[in-house]
């Protein structure tokens, strides 16, 4: 059953995180086949939900990958270089230079623990820049998922356990001097590369800031941003808690209701991890415990924490198809959230959040069809007709 909190800590006036350390959109930039990924406006769904307006940012190809994660990994992988030379930035124009530049660091071993999209960012980050990775999936991560990580050029390793278990696996390998660990979740001790991770997908907001005041478009009044270890959700809140208060959106985190981490750590005031099995179909979700880094960002800047069934997101890929975009599970849990706000259940709840008669949402499409054959049949089709 869906959940939602209302997050009795939050200090919107206030910016909450760190300030960016470095210019994470210089470098990207500068990585092969960068352009910022769409925003769609849509207003015949704007219409159908009776909002104001409706954005969705489409990072279903983002470097010719499914997921934004690849923003996290490559930023977090250049500080380290950075690191490792000594705390220059080096100079360099396009990725030939930099990958001879670390040639010099050889030889040397990504490791990461995933499940899909973060490791896939990670081993391109590694072909880029012509070095190994190794990364470890849990078990029954989706075949396409691995093969999409392998077509990387990465060795992966599928661990018997859970997430939280794979990402440990990962930390052993990860033990001697020839290899950096780039995970996307941090703990108490590791937090240097993760908060690289969040500084990177800053990239993201900053597109559609840029996109809006090119085209004189109002802000939005209300974000629903994913929450798996809570980075990217991290991410969100600092871009727009940084900014005037009139200029602040309100912002709701969404996860799934079995592994609803951040809804009930802001219930017990603490984080909390919430003991699975977390089977959503909303894999890039499936977190029983946030990031040492998001939580207190997220305790201080959230407006709100709503927890969804995986019916929401089932409904939510089918709308986003009606609308053209190919929109994986994890994905579509933003608008499956915006479903759950918008129901009659939630009226009192969008009272108290302030939230106006005509909003204008915007939403992540955080990733495209990771899973083609779940995918296809979401939506009805035949996973066998080679027609489709
Ligand atoms: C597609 C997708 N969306 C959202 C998220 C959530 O990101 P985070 O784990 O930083 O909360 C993930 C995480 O893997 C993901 O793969």
Redesign the pocket.
Known sequence: MSELHLNPRVDSPAAVGWPLDGDPRAFHRRLPGYRPTPLHRLPDLAAQLNVGGVLIKD?SDRFGLP???VL?ASWAVYREIINALGGEEPAWQDIDELREIVADLKPLRLVTA?????GRGVARTAAWLGLEAIVFVPAGTVAARIAGIEAEGATVHVIDGSYDETVCRAAEAAADERAWLIQ??SWSGYEEIPRR??EG?STLFREIDEELEAASEPPPDLVL???????????AVMHYRAKAKAKQPRIVGV?PTDAACALESAKAGSSVTVTGPHESI????N?GT??SL?WPVLSAGMDAFLSIDDDLSRQAMRLMADCGLVT????A?GLGGLLYLLSPEAADARQRLRIGPDPRVLI?S??GA?DPVSYRRILGFDPASPCR
């Open positions: 990072e997921a934004f994660k996290g995933t499940d899909g999209n973060h996307d979740t991770v969040i997908y941003v994913q929450i798996g270890v809570g980075s990217l959700a991290a991410a996860e909303m894999a890039g979700l977190c946030l990031a998001a994986g599970e994890s994905g849990a992540i955080t990733e990771t």
